[in-house]
């Protein structure tokens, strides 16, 4: 049995996706079996596990309407060049394009329709350790599909000064789908990314965060580190461009806590 994971958080361009794909470069290179879900129309996830979202043959569209199995969707992670490095483990992609956004008002009418993913993912659940799943930026039925289907929520988010603000909307969104849909899910962490230990009020709000939310927040600290800015640019996780990057090394050290955190804990 895999556990399944959400990184989510509605605010755009947090890092959820840079979190995603290296987490699972990451866990991959310490010996996970990894699938990687894109539930984002804009296929960034996809794109940065080397895999061309416009190519797919199936993606997670076909998969939520029910046209394809995930086991037919799945394609492995490409790392071309890079994979000639040692320790470059693939992982599995279930790749999104723009056909997902269609997919938001084609489900309505379909029966269980928050309950698709969890569905499509049962098929496979046996063939992986851990699921990731990349969230849109959004409360959307998209999302709320990932939810439905995740044991826990990784929060990727920066020491600014609304970040706290905008928690409460996730976290109440969070509890909602708890009472009604997924007794299961609860946060697993709040990951800080993009991290500059010299401004001030990131430290500021890094403590805050530590205060309100205590061990939730995952001692591994993100930085702001340009390889992993630019590895999407060739795609490719940083972990996998340059896996001595500060970056990369701080995604395995995360990787290794993640392991560690979800070993102590009983799975529901
Ligand atoms: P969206 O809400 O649009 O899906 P997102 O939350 O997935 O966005 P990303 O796409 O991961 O956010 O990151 C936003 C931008 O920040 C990207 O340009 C990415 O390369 C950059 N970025 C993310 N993490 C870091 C980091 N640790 N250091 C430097 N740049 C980063
Ligand atoms: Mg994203």
């Known amino acids: 049995m895999a556990y399944i994971f959400c990184i989510a958080n509605q605010k755009g361009g947090v890092g959820k996706t840079t979190t995603t794909i290296n987490l699972a470069a990451a866990l991959a290179a310490i010996g996970q079996r ?21 190519q797919l043959q199936h993606s997670i569209y076909d998969v939520l309407l029910g046209e394809s199995s995930l086991a037919q969707a799945r394609v492995k992670s490409v790392w071309g060049e890079a994979a000639a490095k040692p320790g470059m483990a693939t992982y599995h992609v279930l790749g999104a394009n723009r056909d997902l956004a269609g997919a938001e008002v084609e489900l309505v009418n379909l029966d269980k329709r928050e309950m698709r993913l969890k569905q499509a993912i049962a098929e496979v659940v046996n063939d992986y350790d851990i699921v990731l799943i990349d969230c849109p930026p959004s409360l959307s039925l998209l999302t709320l599909n990932g939810l439905c289907a995740a ?4 929060v990727p988010m920066q020491c600014e000064y609304f970040a706290l603000e905008g928690l409460t909307d996730l976290v109440n969104t969070i509890k909602q789908v708890h009472a009604n849909l997924n007794k299961d899910l609860k946060i697993i962490g709040l990951l800080r990314i993009m991290f500059d ?9 890094s403590d805050q965060l530590k205060s309100h939310f205590g061990d939730k927040v995952f001692n591994t600290l993100i930085p702001r580190n340009v390889r992993l800015a630019e590895a999407p640019s060739y795609g490719l996780p940083g972990v996998v461009f340059d896996p001595a990057a500060k970056g990369s090394q701080a995604f395995i050290d995360f990787a290794k806590e993640l392991v560690q955190r979800f070993k102590q804990e009983p799975q529901s």
Not at 34 to 54: C, E, F, H, W, Y
Not at 151 to 154: D, T
């Open 151 to 154: 044991h826990g929520v990784i």
């Open 197 to 205: 230990p010299r401004i001030t009020l990131q430290q500021q709000v």
């Open 34 to 54: 990894v699938l990687m879900i894109d539930l984002d129309p804009q296929g960034n996830a996809t794109m940065g596990s080397g895999v061309d979202k416009r």
